[in-house]
């Protein structure tokens, strides 16, 4: 039987969680999942997100700069305006 890629991580959450090792495994792949988005996707996305509450791009580029920063896979440094040119091309 193969391994599990995050069984390690898997069997923690199920030891420290209260989880079921279905329910973690589960969680360990949305987790994954999230942030494997490409950046291209991601800063359109949260372009979009904040752009829904209200903010403006002054406010929206800084913030998404800071966001990919903070990413555990680091993205690539990307200017403000080449995160503009994701959202509008």
Request: hydrophobic letters at 40%.
């Amino acid at each position: 039987m193969a391994r599990h890629p995050y069984e390690e991580l898997i069997a923690h959450l199920t030891r420290t969680s209260g989880l079921g090792p279905g329910e973690a495994a589960r969680v360990v792949a949305d987790v994954v999942s999230y942030f494997s988005e490409p950046v291209e996707e991601f800063v359109r996305r949260r372009h979009g997100e904040l752009k829904a509450h209200g903010f403006t791009n002054d406010e929206i580029f800084p913030r998404v700069a800071a966001e990919l920063r903070g990413r555990p896979v680091a993205a690539p440094a990307l200017s403000l305006r080449q995160l503009r040119r994701i959202v509008y091309g």
